[in-house]
């Protein structure tokens, strides 16, 4: 086990009728100019934002509104926010929405009290040293980004999608009202899964021995979302299913699943380029990259891809243990696809000619050399994107 | 799934050669005048003390001393350590040892900046509402406090041993180095164990339905000692079994186990009047009470015991529930034992004709009603410490 810090402050606030209360967190936490960021129509059309609205003016907190976020949210929509909390002299930010609106109002509370480009941090060239204080009203599990220290963003003009991560972007709250969820259409919920999922294997897919606790918490999230998403699927305004989803995505990201062990992120590159490209969804691309970066690289620790294969799949080892872990990445592919996932470019809507331009940018972000389970270069990055390709 | 906070702000520092930063976190969590607070020799003898000492010199951080902490800490001690705290002006405490010094530290840190008598918010006449900050460098895997929100002090003179729960006591940062736990006695070892495995165990055995996740994560936690435990006690010196251990421990107390439902903390009321009038390790106590609970309340929710037994222990359901059931109760008290753990009053050095003094303060304690799972009276009580008295 690798030492390590562990350290997730943020106060989640959990279950029904939970948003009306937004106010008086926010004065908790000493906001009393708030910047009210949000994405498209479905937070107006669903009463939502006039209910967060009220429990503000409930409290005397003024606030400025900045909706439009998109999926993969873009530098420009981060540079209007910081402009506009700079105007107004905002000292608290919150997000109502998904990862998307999060991580966007996460960048701005970075780029607010900082003098350069934001876009310095994400390149590395500058590390944060504080930020605005934020939080979130979840309306989509999947990002984990309202427990997490991370956000995404896409500098649009270049293509480039890239993660940042500090302390000092965890949400000081978060909301989550399960509830809020009922409406998700079904090919969201399975992207969040995916998503979900994707955050515990990252973490789960390490060389780093005798962390056997953190392997249990991974394997406890995973067989979650497992039992989960389906019924949510089915059962759209089923709470209990909706709830454990919902809490799984804060679990699979907050860090806890990754504690004292190299974590590895390769898929997570892997599908950066594809949705910086083609506008796709980050769970979508997900679950397409995530198995074939299981069959390309499984052989280079056998060991733990047969664990996941019978403590996640209840495959029973039969001791062989090639055929076991082929089993393991062949159930997850089943369950992604029972999802109504895509399992492959063609259905992500993407042809495999385009490989050398997913591997272009890969190259830039990455600097062409990339993953921890194995160490991969570009002939490595084609090949899984050939995998891929192919599903 | 029920509406639930969690909250749990401590920064933990984990792994080997972590000590010797303890004065820069002190630094940075704004201690300037620390009370040092522990427990007998060991501490002094291993050289430990000395190290945090030197570690506070480098910072230029006063301090003072307060050492003598018995297990199953008490009151005289909590006042005297306000005392001291007072005269002396300390703004921080920092407790080396095992759960008694932190809890000791914590009765102290509440009972500082209150002019009343400290002991009125364990007889929760009076909330806290604040508290010098703690910190903690963890010895004993086993409370869970080193992340907690919980305390237990005994009042010496009158044999009463109650607990409180606050935001405020939960510690700014834990250290961690499980190599401080190589040269725990066996018995030491196991008592921490099964007073984790008790922490998980009050949460998981609930009447609330639908809270998947938090039985998976139980199950997580119950797994990783249950496979550690023996370990550890076999080879001391195993870093990653002694790691493990002592994450475990965090994990089941720190309020992860618990979320979304109603939990039960019958056995630790039953156990507290066993450590209070006896002496004896909180652990040994909870090792024999805990099977005796289960055995008498498991028809009160079978279907839960079932998927313990199963689970946990592994064992196969064979279309019997009761059957079941009572197997995997048997499997942890078989687990007990074989941590050499006592399974009856006798082996506790209890004879059962105390059982009436039991009573007469649990009462005192309870006020006549107790549990969650099943509620329970005094004649309840009774019953359970009579099998407990048989084992």
């Not at 270049?158 to 978060?174: D, I, M, N």
């Not at 995505?249 to 699943?257: E, K, S, V």
């Not at 050399?369 to 891929?388: C, H, N, P, S, V």
Request: charged content about 20%.
């Amino acid at each position: 086990m690798d030492n390590f810090r562990f350290y997730c402050p943020t106060e989640f606030i959990f279950g029904k009728n939970t948003v009306e209360k937004t106010g008086q967190w926010i004065k908790k936490y000493g906001g009393t100019k708030v910047l009210l960021h949000y994405g498209g129509q479905s937070a107006v059309k669903s009463g939502l934002l006039a209910e967060v609205e009220n429990s503000l003016k409930n409290e005397f907190i003024e606030y400025v509104k900045l909706g439009g976020v998109q999926p993969n949210p873009i530098d420009t929509m981060v540079y209007q926010g910081i402009e506009l909390c700079r105007k107004e002299q905002v000292n608290f930010i919150l997000a109502v929405g998904g990862g998307s609106v999060i991580d966007s109002a996460k960048a701005i509370a970075a780029g607010v009290p900082y003098a350069g480009d934001f876009w310095n941090f994400f390149e590395k060239t500058v590390t944060i040293n504080r930020a605005l204080p934020l939080a979130t009203i979840l309306t989509i599990p999947a990002s984990g980004s309202e427990g997490s220290e991370n956000t995404v963003i896409t500098k649009k003009k270049e293509g480039l999608k890239r993660g940042l991560k500090s302390q000092y972007l965890r949400p000081v709250f978060s909301v989550m009202d399960p509830t809020l969820t009922f409406t998700l259409p079904n090919n969201q919920t399975a992207y969040g899964a995916a998503d979900m999922m994707a955050h515990v294997m990252e973490r789960y897919f390490t060389q780093t021995q005798g962390v056997d606790i953190t392997d249990r918490l991974c394997e406890a999230v995973l067989l979650s979302i497992i039992k989960e998403a389906p019924v949510a699927m089915k059962e759209p305004r089923n709470y209990e299913a909706r709830a454990n989803l919902m809490w799984a995505g804060t679990m699979a990201h907050n860090g806890i699943c990754g504690v004292g062990r190299e974590e590895d992120w390769a898929s997570h590159g892997l599908e950066h380029e594809l949705s910086a490209l083609y506008g796709i969804a980050h769970g979508a691309g997900l679950a397409v990259i995530f198995p074939a970066w299981m069959q390309y690289v499984y052989t280079s620790g056998i060991d733990r891809f047969v664990q996941f294969a019978v403590r996640v799949w209840g495959i029973e080892f039969n001791g062989d243990k090639k055929e076991t872990a082929l089993k393991g990445i062949n159930a997850l592919k089943e369950f992604f696809s029972s999802l109504g996932l895509p399992v492959n470019f063609v259905q992500l809507g993407i042809q495999s000619n385009d490989i050398d331009q997913l591997i272009h940018t890969l190259r830039i972000n990455t600097g062409g050399q990339f993953g921890a389970f194995r160490k991969l270069d570009m002939t490595d990055a084609r090949a899984i994107y050939e995998i891929a390709a192919k599903g």
